[in-house]
């Protein structure tokens, strides 16, 4: 029976990011459904037609989400009443440009008004596959390093590879904050930091007579 040894290798590549991804959500809460659901998208339509004039190609925009509903209250001796009806939707915003994303935020906010919610700003990469090869090879060199150290301490050597089995590879944007509401037009800066891809290697090594 062939020995064998078996480690997991995991390394990280850093890189400034070069796509800044807008999470912005819209809601209204008006006397009937109707016009809740008819002033959101006067105000999604808005917030849209100024993304465009800041630039924001179609294919970097999209609608996530749709919700309509009534706002009820407990009335002693008469139950359940409906205080409002409030709709609320979503836009994911890809940003290409890092130094753009303030003053489209901006743009946003304005033009939307008090209807516009910024729930979420996530920095990370358009094409990731290059960071990605970064982190592999330095995960496999992780692996061979480990292994080599343990064939030492056990008195043999390392043969051929048995087996290789690659983890799901991880994109860790470092968010960079998010707002529950806006409430004026002015642009805040937008700080890069770094975004890591992590990577992982599980490889099986034969082991050999020293």
């Known amino acids: 029976m062939n020995r064998t040894i078996t480690v997991t290798g995991t390394a990280s590549a850093k890189a400034a990011p070069d796509l800044v991804t807008l999470t912005l959500g819209v809601e209204t809460r008006r006397d009937t459904a109707a016009k809740a659901y008819s002033d959101a998208g006067a105000a999604v339509a808005a917030v849209t037609a100024s993304l465009r004039e800041g630039g924001i190609r179609d294919a970097d925009l999209r609608t996530s989400g749709l919700n309509l509903r009534a706002e009820l209250v407990w009335v002693e001796g008469q139950g359940q009443k409906v205080t409002?009806?409030?709709?609320?939707?979503?836009?994911l915003v890809g940003v290409r440009s890092r130094a753009d994303a303030?003053?489209?935020i901006a743009a946003a906010v304005a033009a939307g008004g008090d209807n516009l919610r910024i729930?979420?700003?996530?920095?990370g990469f358009a094409d990731p596959s290059g960071l990605s090869r970064q982190a592999q090879e330095a995960a496999w060199a992780d692996a061979r390093e480990r292994a080599g150290h343990y064939a030492s301490l056990a008195g043999v050597r390392l043969g051929q590879v048995v087996s290789i089995s690659q983890q799901p590879v991880g994109l860790a944007p470092i968010p960079a904050g998010g707002l529950v509401r806006a409430f004026a037009a002015e642009a805040l800066p937008v700080e890069a930091g770094e975004s890591s891809v992590t990577a992982s290697v599980t490889v099986e090594w034969e082991l050999l007579a020293p």
């Open 102 to 104: 303030p003053s489209v």
């Open 119 to 123: 729930n979420g700003i996530v920095q």
């Open 84 to 91: 409002a009806y409030a709709a609320t939707t979503e836009l």
